[in-house]
């Protein structure tokens, strides 16, 4: 099989998905490479090997949960966490969500 730089190298032309994000394969998010260019250099990987990565990740995270996690701590048990602690401090005085500017 021979390799095709246009097609391996080339990644889907990129969609933003916030300010800071980009996404050009179905489900890989990334920091857009625009921001990090200053402090990181940027590689070109080719596509299949981006893919590879990004569909081997949940092995990889269930081998770091197996050998170093004593608990595994889910993104909504944080989230409620937070809540509940804002909760109780009252969100209006919240540093993360500051003064209410209402005018009444």
């Given at each position: 099989m021979?390799?095709?730089?246009?097609?391996?190298?080339?990644?889907?032309?990129?969609?933003?998905?916030?300010?800071?994000?980009?996404?050009?394969?179905?489900?890989?998010?990334?920091?857009?490479?625009?921001?990090?260019?200053?402090?990181?250099?940027?590689?070109?990987?080719?596509?299949?090997?981006?893919?590879?990565?990004?569909?081997?990740?949940g092995?990889?995270?269930?081998?770091?949960?197996?050998?170093?996690?004593?608990?595994?701590?889910?993104?909504?048990?944080?989230?409620?966490?937070?809540?509940?602690?804002?909760?109780?401090?009252?969100?209006?005085?919240?540093?993360?969500?500051?003064?209410?500017?209402?005018p009444?």
């Amino acid at each position: 099989m021979p390799f095709r730089y246009d097609e391996q190298m080339q990644p889907p032309e990129p969609q933003r998905v916030t300010d800071v994000a980009i996404t050009t394969h179905e489900h890989v998010f990334e920091v857009d490479p625009r921001l990090m260019e200053r402090w990181v250099l940027q590689q070109q990987f080719p596509n299949w090997d981006s893919l590879r990565i990004m569909n081997a990740r949940g092995d990889h995270l269930a081998w770091m949960h197996r050998h170093f996690a004593s608990t595994v701590v889910t993104g909504s048990d944080l989230l409620a966490d937070v809540d509940a602690e804002d909760a109780g401090r009252g969100a209006a005085s919240s540093p993360a969500t500051g003064p209410s500017l209402s005018p009444d």
